[in-house]
Every structure is written in C-alpha cells, then in structure tokens.
C-alpha cells in the first residue's frame, strides 16, 4: 500500500507518516517546506520506504505508480502562520485541495481531509457536534484559514458524491506535542517556551476562553482508524478535556517548575470564545477515545522543548 501525505513534513504530517510506515506502508511525503521542516522527517528520511518531494500541491502533481490513498495534511494552520500566509492558506484549502482529489482520482485511490474545529468559527453550540454548520466570519483575519477548509470539504464531498470517490474528512481540533513548531504563535508552544526561559506567560484577554487539547498520538490513531473506515461524513477528533488558557498556563508553568509570571495581553479578533468537540461519532465508529492526559502529554512536550531550546 502506497500513500501521498501532503504537508507530511510539518508536525501532524510527519507523525501520520511516521505511524503508516510503521503500520508497513510506502510513503511518498509532500511539502514545500513553508511551515513544515526537513527536521521534523529526519527520524525516518531513511527509511526503505519512506519518499519526500518537495513541492506547493496548490500546483499540480503527477506521480508515476499506483497511489492508494492521498491524506492531504498541507496547511499553514496556526493563527499567526495563516495571518503571515493568507493568499497561500487560500490557495492549499481550495487549489491544494483540488489538485490532491484529482491525484487521488487519478489514481482511484482513496482521499483524506484534514478539515479543522475552524469550521465552526465562535461556536454558538456547545460542545460541537459534526451536524453544527458553524459560526465563521467570512471576511475577519481567520477567514482565510476556515474557509478554505470548509471550501476543502466541500470539495471533497462533491467529489464523492460526483465521482464515487472514497472519501474521509476529519475535523482535527487543537492537537500539541513533540514536532509542534516552537514560534508557531500557538497558546501550547507559546507558554511551553515562556515558562522554560523564565519568562512571562501571555495569555489573550481574559484568559477566561477554552480550548480542549489532544495529544498527538492519540488524533493519529483516530486518523488511522478513520483512514480504514468506508465513512465520508465528518468526523471530530480531539478531546473533551476541555480547559481556560489561564488553566492551561498555570499547568504548563507548574509542569515545568518555571518561575515565570502570567501576564494579560489583548484578544485576537475573532478568537473562538469556546471549543470542545462532540466525540459520540468518533467513539461509535472508530471504538477510539483519547487516552493521554493533559498532564502525560505535557510532561512529553516538555522534554521535546527542553531538547530544542537547549
Ligand atoms: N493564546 C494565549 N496566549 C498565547 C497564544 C494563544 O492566550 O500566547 C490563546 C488564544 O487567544 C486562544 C487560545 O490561546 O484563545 C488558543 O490559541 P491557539 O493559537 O493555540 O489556537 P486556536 O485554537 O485559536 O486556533
């Protein structure tokens, strides 16, 4: 079996690729190394069945040889890496996204999406189960970023629904962990850093919004386990351990002994005041549940930093 991970160097990417080669398959790694890293797939660039091209999939790409699934991860996907990218978040959601189900068409091979918790925007419901249609500002700084992913579901769903393409489509909501790039601006990498350097941690407004936080080798199971489902409907991975920013940080500063301070800076627009996914799909059809406390998968991210940060 031979797969097509777009964006596999960055940090869900090199993951994904890492658990398929491990599960035995051939994997061909696409990434034009804006937001992902050659060091993020140095564990494995060996690897006899490991294959990375560096290339932009918002242009074409032929490949010779059969392809049996294309997972399109490519994304700049934090808030200040989209607001850096805007026109090329754009473009990877909609041109990226059609180029890869035309691959995988070509091919006859199956599609997946990674679409995002963004879909939904500021949620009015809550938790958010996958039949909420969302609450997005068409034309705020984040929109870039949601909706092209909504224009990516789209698409896929056209495709399947066209074509009888197999298709999947998982909506990932805040993951972290090992590989998570450091200055990606996001609230994890962000006081990880600040609590290491002793320096204050920077939580937005009042640091009353929440976020529920998944390990990443959990949403890579769930990933899996959905890859091998036959379901084209969207599928919420993440947790339901859901938490303030100011909770986040004051774990994050005492998981890491840091003696730094908590400081109070302005809210970006727009941020999602709540998120929490609904997970009862995933646990139906997957048998999945996240596994990894907080806490556990802290302790792991922590030693990740340590290491970068020297
Ligand atoms: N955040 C924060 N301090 C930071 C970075 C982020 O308080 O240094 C907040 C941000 O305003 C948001 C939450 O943390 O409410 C999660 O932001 P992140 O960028 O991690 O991801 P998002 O879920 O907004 O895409």
């Known amino acids: 079996m031979r797969a097509v991970v777009t964006g ?6 090199s993951h994904l690729c890492e658990r398929l080669l491990a599960d035995g398959w051939q994997i061909v790694c696409v990434d034009n190394l804006v937001t992902g890293t050659a060091a993020n797939i140095a564990p494995f660039r060996h690897h006899k069945s490991f294959e990375s091209i560096q290339h932009n999939v918002s242009e074409p790409l032929y490949l010779d040889g059969p392809v049996d699934a294309v997972l399109h991860f490519a994304s700049p996907a934090s808030p200040i890496d989209y607001a850096d990218h805007p026109i090329a978040t754009l473009k990877v959601g909609t041109l990226g996204t059609h180029n890869m189900l035309g691959l995988a068409r070509a091919k006859g091979a199956t599609f997946f999406l990674a679409s995002t918790s963004e879909v939904y925007g500021d949620p009015t ?3 958010q189960p996958e039949t909420y249609w969302g609450n997005v500002n068409p034309v705020g700084p984040r929109a870039v970023y949601d909706e092209a992913k ?3 579901e789209a698409f896929t769903m056209a495709y399947h629904r066209t074509h009888g393409m197999k298709t999947r489509i998982v909506r990932i909501f805040n993951t972290y962990g090992p590989r998570i790039r450091i200055d990606d601006g996001r609230a994890v990498p962000n006081f990880l850093t600040q609590a290491l350097q002793n320096q204050p941690l920077t939580v937005y407004g009042d640091g009353s919004q929440t976020r529920s936080l998944c390990y990443v080798d959990d949403l890579i199971e769930g990933i899996v386990r959905l890859l091998a489902t036959d379901y084209a409907e969207p599928v919420n991975l993440g947790t339901d351990d859901e938490v303030t920013m100011i909770q986040l ?7 890491s002994g840091s003696s730094s301070e908590i400081v109070f800076k302005p809210l970006p ?3 999602p005041r709540q998120r929490r996914p609904d997970l009862t799909r995933a646990r139906k059809l997957l048998d999945w549940k996240p596994r990894t406390s907080l806490e556990a998968g802290l302790v792991k991210t922590i030693a990740y930093f340590r290491e970068r940060l020297g």
């Open 8 to 13: 596999g160097a960055g940090f869900l990417g």
């Open 150 to 152: 909504r224009a990516s």
């Open 269 to 271: 627009e727009d941020d």
């Open 249 to 255: 940080a004051t774990r994050i500063k005492d998981l």
């Open 125 to 127: 419901v809550h938790p």
